[in-house]
């Protein structure tokens, strides 16, 4: 059974960085092709790709973060991290990690994590 | 252009057919993936590729593209198939992939 799990603060203050750990299991970030990612949905909006790595710890960016993300990987510990630096109230979202396969298809999913840009 | 474009909302009725459109410049070289997300749910993968079910999803969810469009069909659709439909696909400069603007389906 494929499982992924997003942890880190519900809070944050406006121009901190913002460190969201996905601890997944049954598969293997080892293994060629497969990939985990993170998407993010503000609330009542779109989903958005934020950052992708992959089992050759390829890396892969959204195009609207402007370079404040960074995706990395502890294989070891089957745990896949991503940073955003200089938050603001735009990033308040439900930030979701998920397992990659294809490429670019996502077909295993956390339950997400609200994470709250506020003073 | 890297991005997706849906049309924001569709309504069909119970055991009618729908049809919802993706269109972007990345499907002309690449088949979407498809994405059913429920209120308050985490999006599920439905259809990807050349017309793939994932297990668990009904036969009445089917996929397929054309140039720089693609298309996800409901074939008698249920109540239950009310939720927000999103595409993915590659786009962009460095071939990250992106969303689509996103889907609400309502089943009258």
């Known amino acids: 059974q494929i499982t992924l799990k997003e942890s880190g603060p519900a809070l944050v203050e406006p121009t901190q960085t913002l460190t969201l750990t996905c601890t997944f299991s049954?598969?293997?970030?080892?293994?060629?092709?497969?990939?985990v990612g993170w998407i993010r949905q503000p609330p009542g909006k779109a989903l958005e790709s934020l950052a992708l790595i992959y089992w050759d710890d390829d890396k892969r960016y959204g195009p609207s973060l402007g370079g404040r993300v960074s995706i990395t990987k502890d294989t070891s510990n089957n745990q896949v991290v991503l940073t955003l630096t200089n938050t603001g109230p735009v990033d308040t979202a439900t930030y979701y990690c998920?397992?990659?396969?294809?490429?670019?298809?996502?077909?295993?999913w956390g339950h997400g994590a609200l994470v709250a840009v506020s003073s | 252009s890297s991005e997706l474009t849906q049309d924001p909302a569709v309504s069909v009725a119970l055991g009618q057919t729908v049809i919802i459109t993706c269109q972007g410049d990345?499907?002309?070289?690449?088949?979407p993936g498809w994405y059913q997300q429920r209120p308050g749910q985490s999006p599920v993968l439905v259809v990807y590729g050349n017309n793939i079910r994932p297990s668990g999803t009904p036969d009445r969810f089917s996929g397929s593209s054309y140039g720089n469009r693609a298309s996800l069909t409901i074939t008698g659709a249920q109540a239950e198939d009310e939720a927000d439909y999103y595409c993915n696909c590659r786009g962009g400069s460095d071939n990250h992939h992106v969303f689509g603007t996103g889907t609400k389906v309502t089943v009258l």
């Open positions: 998920a397992r990659s396969t294809y490429g670019y298809i996502y077909d295993s």
């Open positions: 990345g499907l002309r070289s690449h088949y």
């Open positions: 049954g598969f293997s970030l080892n293994t060629p092709g497969v990939g």
